[in-house]
């Protein structure tokens, strides 16, 4: 401790808010980002600087409320409760504090919106999750998580003929090929070791399909800090490559004549102290109480795309017959299923036994859309549900009167009919409560209205430039 942080400012702190303090010194740290997701799935904050950092970690920093009734576009929306008078505050949390490597001087934490007295936000996503963890510990479950996510890596240039700027892809390697490797090399170790550096565990990286297109994916983890991963992992791929002179997009469909970036969502269901899973049979299969969940996701599962598959240019790529999961079924490593059940790894069966959630892209607000599938799992197993019949084929090549027989339905084909069904589901608009629902359902049909009748250029460039 310094004399920059008074004997008061310290005294107010908790041992792990003590420690940012001490961390942020160390680190040379001058500005710490407080940052939080959004309705519109933007990543948003305000920073502190080191010399005031101990009383915003106990105050945290003023907001107004109409921030999160505001979209993509940064169209401010005519939400009760969040207009021009009101103010939240951004609250860190201690333990996701990071500094960032490709940002000198700079750090961040994850944050909660929370009210001026102190207490929880109804409009906060992090703390909707943590409300959905809660449900799940009441019945002595905990949830394991991790996001998967893709991206296009390339150059930001003006269009020629004076159109939206344009996203250049950095190659046009084959999926997995090894020149992709060697294209991307000097951008993916400096991603790998920033990530690292925030304690974001890698697991696999390839080039993917597409134009530009990489796959890096990091380790599981419980629920909340799988979402805070998530957004770590969204800040630092953009962030790594603008220091780089490049561009790198998460939107779901940058090019549209490319491969679209999902961002799949694996999940199981443990014991809580986080000793055994309780997706695994024992045998190598899915467990009653996995299949459960499932039946639970898969039922709810045309609402729940509003929140995972999150954006207008979501839906360019939930399309069949794409590996993006546009039916609501399962099958044992069905990559066209909405719901695949995952082969375990062998000498690792019981721990690798999970399931992955396709119709998911990283245009969702990471706390909505995981929360959401909690709900939605929760409700399978509370009711018993059924997933019905696997199926091992394509869906898009069976024929109606088969597809209606396994309960295989096309999930919604635009936003707008993805907020039809969740506006509908009971459930979801329940656990989401009357100011979040309010505020998202109005941010997300904005959207819909913004992007109507323009071309596939604008909402291209509006989503590459934001996600």
């Not at 936000?121 to 909707?128: M, S």
């Not at 509370?382 to 209606?404: H, I, S």
């Amino acid at each position: 401790m310094t004399e920059r942080h008074s004997v008061a400012d310290a005294q107010r702190l908790d041992p792990a808010a003590r420690r940012i303090l001490e961390r942020a010194e160390i680190d040379g740290v001058e500005l710490v980002r407080f940052i939080y997701a959004d309705h519109g799935g933007v990543i948003r904050g305000k920073s502190a600087g080191r010399r005031r950092l101990a009383d915003r970690l106990v105050t945290g920093i003023g907001h107004t409320v109409g921030m999160m009734a505001m979209s993509m576009l940064d169209h401010l929306q005519p939400v009760e409760g969040m207009g021009p008078v009101g103010e939240v505050r951004i609250v860190p949390d201690p333990a996701t504090y990071v500094p960032l490597p490709y940002a000198s001087g700079a750090a961040a934490m994850v944050s909660d919106l929370r009210r001026v007295d102190g207490g929880p936000w109804e409009a906060c996503p992090r703390t909707f999750l943590k409300d959905a963890v809660a449900a799940l510990g009441s019945e002595g479950y905990a949830l394991v998580a991790a996001f998967e996510p893709e991206f296009t890596l390339g150059r930001r240039l003006p269009d020629p003929a004076g159109g939206p700027d344009r996203l250049i892809p950095l190659d046009d390697s084959l999926c997995y090929a090894t020149s992709g490797f060697d294209l991307a090399h000097d951008y993916t170790m400096q991603l790998i070791r920033a990530l690292e550096a925030q304690g974001v565990a890698i697991e696999h990286y390839y080039p993917e399909l597409g134009a530009g297109q990489q796959e890096l994916s990091i380790r599981p983890a419980t629920a909340l800090r799988a979402a805070d991963n998530q957004v770590l992992y969204r800040e630092t791929v953009r962030g790594v490559a603008f220091r780089m002179a490049m561009w790198a997009s998460l939107a779901p469909k940058p090019l549209p004549d490319q491969a679209g970036n999902g961002a799949h969502l694996h999940v199981s269901l443990w014991d809580e102290p986080l000793e055994r899973n309780l997706f695994a049979d024992g045998g190598g299969g899915l467990s009653d109480l996995g299949r459960r969940f499932m039946a639970g996701v898969l039922h709810h599962l045309p609402a729940l795309v509003a929140l995972t598959c999150a954006s207008v240019n979501s839906y360019r790529r939930l399309q069949p017959s794409m590996w993006a999961g546009a039916y609501a079924c399962h099958g044992l490593d069905n990559r066209e299923a909405a719901v695949r059940v995952c082969s375990p790894m062998a000498g690792n069966v019981e721990a690798t036994t999970n399931l992955e959630i396709k119709p998911s892209d990283s245009s969702a607000n990471p706390y909505l859309s995981l929360g959401a599938v909690i709900h939605a799992g929760l409700d399978g197993i509370r009711r018993e549900l059924d997933p019905g019949e696997p199926v091992g084929v394509d869906p898009a090549t069976l024929d109606d009167e088969e597809r209606a027989r396994l309960g295989c339905a096309r999930l919604p084909a635009s936003l707008g009919e993805a907020l039809d069904a969740l506006e509908a589901d009971e459930l979801l608009m329940e656990a989401l409560g009357p100011l979040r629902r309010t505020a998202y359902l109005a941010v997300k049909r904005s959207e819909v209205a913004d992007f109507a009748g323009q071309d596939a250029a604008y909402e291209a460039f509006h989503h590459f430039r934001v996600f």
